[in-house]
């Protein structure tokens, strides 16, 4: 257990709806990371907030887009959904500063979009 | 454009032997790599980094190879155990820069038979 919370763990829906994912960092953890995996591709960075404020961004979409609430937990928007937006969507979390520069991964939210 | 670069989608190796993985990257201003195993349906869990003054980095059975001339990593897992099968992605960030987000590679499928 990594200790950060991803729900919902699978999502069905269809072209053209809105959704969100929601993720809990660990305890302590001041940054948050998204990111997507599609059919065998690799993890692609989306976006990363820490302690409430964007970070860093990658290939996210104008149709995403995420926010940290004062809680530190953070939701990821997707809107006008289509097709090719089914993934899994990974969280992560991390302790900002000098250390091991490892990233803490949730479970995912697999997303299909019909 | 991938910067990170997993070139061997798949890989099997009898158990006890070593199993072999390979990465490359093309942005110089990579300092610091990581490996993630994946199981099905669990997030990415970290397993060894290692930071570009090195170029050998050991736990246990597990020891990652940096060759920054090259641009390439490799991890070596001795001996190779059945539960070590799963999905190795290997990850880079630029931390000179203030950046923790990793760029990831596509992964390499161990298989590693009994």
């Known amino acids: 257990d990594s200790g950060v919370t991803q729900t919902p763990k699978h999502l069905i829906t269809a072209t053209g709806q809105r959704v969100t994912l929601r993720c809990s960092p660990r305890s302590g953890d001041l940054s948050v990371y998204w990111y997507q995996q599609s059919l065998d591709q690799g993890l692609q960075f989306l976006i990363q907030y820490y302690n409430g404020e964007e970070r860093a961004k990658g290939n996210i979409l104008e149709r995403f887009s995420a926010q940290q609430f004062p809680d530190l937990h953070s939701e990821l928007n997707l809107s006008s959904l289509e097709l090719g937006d089914s993934a899994l969507y990974f969280c992560a979390s991390s302790v900002e500063g000098p250390g091991t520069g490892e990233l803490f991964f949730g479970e995912g939210s697999r997303l299909t979009v019909l | 454009d991938q910067q990170v670069k997993q070139n061997s989608p798949s890989l099997s190796v009898q158990e006890g032997r070593i199993s072999i993985l390979n990465c490359d990257y093309t942005?110089?201003?990579?300092?610091?790599f990581l490996w993630y195993k994946k199981y099905p349906a669990e997030g990415p869990t970290f397993l060894i980094s290692i930071s570009s003054i090195k170029d050998k980095n050991e736990d246990g059975r597990f020891t990652v190879f940096l060759n920054k001339s090259a641009k390439h990593l490799s991890l070596h897992i001795v001996p190779s155990q059945p539960g070590d099968s799963a999905v190795y992605f290997c990850?880079?960030?630029?931390?000179?820069?203030?950046?923790?987000?990793?760029?990831f590679g596509t992964g390499t499928r161990l298989t590693v038979i009994p």
């Open positions: 990850a880079a960030s630029a931390r000179r820069t203030g950046a923790n987000n990793l760029f």
């Open positions: 942005n110089s201003m990579f300092d610091y």
